[in-house]
Nanobody, 115 residues
Framework: QVQVVESGGGLVQPGGSLRLSCAASGSFFSIYVVDWYRQAPGKQRELVATITSVGSTNYADFVKGRFTISRDNAKKTVYLQMNSLKPDDTAVYYC?????????WGQGTQVTVSS
């Protein structure tokens, strides 16, 4: 099982930016699809963005044009660059490395967008 650690969350004003990192262990990181999910209080966990082994990306409509997912296989890290942040983006953000059918999940990192 892959070990996953998210980082980069914090408090930011509306319109601001954050870059989240998802660092993973193991020898096969480069072949795995990786997702970013988020979960706000009282809401279900929702898919934010996905990146494939060859770098193809998909985004939820609510972040399209604002967020960018990327990966650096040499560093075994996936990033989520978040721009033009809104209060509705406030959530715990989780990284899922698809190393098995249930995924490999980190502990999450809190993002709070507030004035």
């Amino acid at each position: 099982q892959v070990q996953v650690v998210e980082s980069g969350g914090g408090l930011v004003q509306p319109g601001g930016s954050l870059r989240l990192s998802c660092a993973a262990s193991g020898s096969f990181f480069s072949i795995y699809v990786v997702d970013w999910y988020r979960q706000a209080p009282g809401k279900q966990r929702e898919l934010v963005a996905t990146i494939t082994s060859v770098g193809s990306t998909n985004y939820a409509d609510f972040v399209k044009g604002r967020f960018t997912i990327s990966r650096d296989n040499a560093k075994k890290t996936v990033y989520l660059q978040m721009n033009s942040l809104k209060p509705d983006d406030t959530a715990v953000y989780y990284c899922n490395v698809r190393s098995n059918p249930l995924g490999s999940w980190g502990q999450g990192t809190q993002v709070t967008v507030s004035s």
